[in-house]
């Protein structure tokens, strides 16, 4: 992260996450599952997950026996992680830039896991390295990050208060700090490799996000998480000013009706794209 003006907006987005954080956990199943198979926990192990959010990973890491410690940037996740994986040790931070080590007692870590937390770094590299810099010698990283061509994430319930707007918000950008900040494959890996990291792989990852919740169709599940994101958060700023509360009200009922429309075996549902990454630290450090 290291830019104030960044580490702020994700502060103020953070309740919104924290708020549809059994969504998130939910509709990631499959992205989840995958990087918990490629990181192999052990027991004894010690783990770090950057940007830890409300505490999935966390407890995951204590369910197979390890000791986990997380790092994010906003208080509103930390005190979720918390309060989800209360023996964890969690703490606030910009894991660009702060001494990972000296957070909790100076041992570095086996495993370094971040579920779609790592892609907000103003400085990718030297963030990569800040984490090398804290995993031992031999430890591993694997984390999950979203795909070029992924837009059903960002924009999917959101059409019919998008087509109010001229120029509606999009998707971010790819490969620039945010939610596609590590989109290609290319710029994955050599960000990575500059960072010190050695046998890294970047392999595609498909998941079907379903939005039904506790027997939901997952309509207004989805609807409350593509809100509370980028493009959702952009499209209220700009528009409701210009309908008022009556006509939004109008628009989300719209918005509501077309995701019904659309259902997949009676949910919200769609495919979304995303690289899993897995890499290790040299056992030899490298003398620059």
């Known amino acids: 992260m290291a830019d104030p003006l960044r580490r702020d907006d994700w502060a103020s987005k953070a309740h919104g996450w924290v708020r549809n ?6 509709a990631f199943t499959p992205f989840t599952d995958a990087l918990l198979a490629a990181a192999r926990i052990g027991t004894g192990m010690r783990v770090l997950d950057v940007g830890c959010g409300a505490g999935t990973l966390l407890q995951a890491a ?12 906003a208080e509103a996740m930390v ?22 080590l000296a957070l909790d007692g100076g041992t570095p ?18 963030a990569f390295a800040n984490l090398r810099a804290a995993c031992a010698a031999g430890g591993e990283l694997a984390f999950v990050s979203w795909r070029e061509g992924e837009t059903d994430l960002f924009t999917y319930g959101l059409e019919p208060l998008r087509a109010e707007l001229a120029d509606p918000p999009g998707p971010p ?23 010190g990291w050695v046998d890294v792989e ?7 996000c ?16 593509a809100l509370a994101g980028t493009v959702g958060i952009a499209v209220r700023e700009e528009l409701f000013p210009i309908v008022g509360q009556q006509a939004w009200d109008a628009l989300c009922e719209k918005a509501r009706s077309d995701m019904r429309r659309r259902m997949v075996r009676g949910s919200v549902c769609f495919d979304s794209r995303a690289w899993l990454v897995t890499a290790r630290n040299p056992l030899v450090r490298r003398i620059c």
Do not use: K, Y
Request: glycine residues 12%.
């Open 109 to 126: 870590f086996d495993r370094v896991i971040s579920r779609f937390g790592v892609m907000f770094f103003s400085d990718p590299a030297t």
């Open 79 to 100: 005190a979720a992680a918390r309060e989800r994986a209360p023996r964890a040790s969690v703490h606030r931070g910009d894991a660009q830039t702060a001494d990972l």
């Open 21 to 26: 954080q059994r969504v998130f956990d939910h």
């Open 62 to 73: 204590l369910d197979a026996g390890a000791e986990a410690v997380g790092v994010d940037i």
């Open 173 to 195: 950008a790819d490969d620039t700090a945010g939610p596609m900040g590590l989109a290609t494959q290319g710029h994955v890996g050599s960000v990575l490799r500059d960072a």
């Open 202 to 208: 970047v392999v595609p990852l498909v998941g079907t």
């Open 210 to 225: 379903d939005f039904g919740l506790d027997g939901s169709d997952g309509v207004d599940e989805r609807l409350s998480v």
